[in-house]
């Protein structure tokens, strides 16, 4: 009897065909997921810095509005009503 039989070959052959297919696909699916993930980290960092971006101007615009009092509004450094004057000569105690 021998162990080399047509049914034998092509099972064989199938099998070396399947093993061929998948090593094809495994290489594809690698490839697929390394691009997904690079393509992810970029995607955060355009979002990190567009993020950033908006951060910087919104956070410009209220210290702008901070520094600047509105109309009608006094500093508290201010005496409302009140004119300060320095004067040169120093104020004689009585």
């Known amino acids: 009897m021998s162990v080399f039989t047509k049914r034998n070959a092509i099972v064989g052959f199938l099998a070396l065909k399947a093993l061929k297919r998948r090593r ?6 690698r490839a697929k997921l390394l691009t997904l993930v690079v393509l992810g980290v970029i995607s955060a960092g355009v979002l990190a810095g567009l993020a ?11 210290e702008a509005e901070e ?24 104020i004689p105690a009585t």
């Open 24 to 29: 094809r696909t495994k290489g594809r699916g």
């Open 52 to 62: 950033a971006v908006l951060m910087r101007r919104l956070g410009h615009a209220g």
């Open 67 to 90: 520094a600047a009092p509105a109309a009608g509004e006094a500093e508290e450094s201010e005496i409302v009503g009140e004119f300060v004057t320095t004067s040169l000569e120093p």
